[in-house]
């Protein structure tokens, strides 16, 4: 009987530990475990600030829309690509010149070179912008399905110290969607990489009139 006493003792003062945390305390705790998964050095890891606050069902947090976005960035990525290799070939095809009863049979198999790449490329550049405008037509639905009012749990900043590979010293600035229970990560934003800024631009994209401009085109 004590022995059962004793168990429900530890129960009862766990949730009161638990039930006495605040929520940046509680956030904390569920990302030093994500970033434990993550960060190169982890023992350099120290917590600078938490800022904790409702996250609602927004385009920016909902996981589908965020994956979509990220595909839709990667895609824009690649139609810029082929962009710079399309006025880069035409650059050199203009500096050779087309083919005439004067110019080297050299300078003519370079013009057609480029001519020939620029094509190549101009050819996988509209592919791109159609993926890419399923994509978003596809996205757009999704930001439109979307209960704006609707709470999915917290939007937590989180600033940190760590070093990295090199053993610099320097500061994470990341944005997490996480779970009411403060248990399951959502999505993780790191708000100063590259990458993730592209995601959030691309979903901005969603809100004007970019993909119905590149219809026309």
Known sequence: MKQIVHYFLIIAVSLLVCSCKSKEERAEELIRTELSKSLYDFDSYKPVETKVSVAKCNMFNDTACWRLGKTLAYGMEQFLEYKEKIEDAREHMSIWGSPTYYSSS??????????AEAEDAVTHAMAALMVNKQIADEL???VNALDTAQVIGWEVVHDFRCKTRGGSPEIGHYRYVI??????????EDIESSRDKHTREALETILTDYWDDADSE
């Open 106 to 115: 050299y300078s003519d198999n370079q013009y057609y070179k480029y001519k």
């Open 140 to 142: 757009r639905d999704s």
């Open 179 to 188: 779970s009411k229970d403060f248990k399951t990560v959502y999505i993780c």
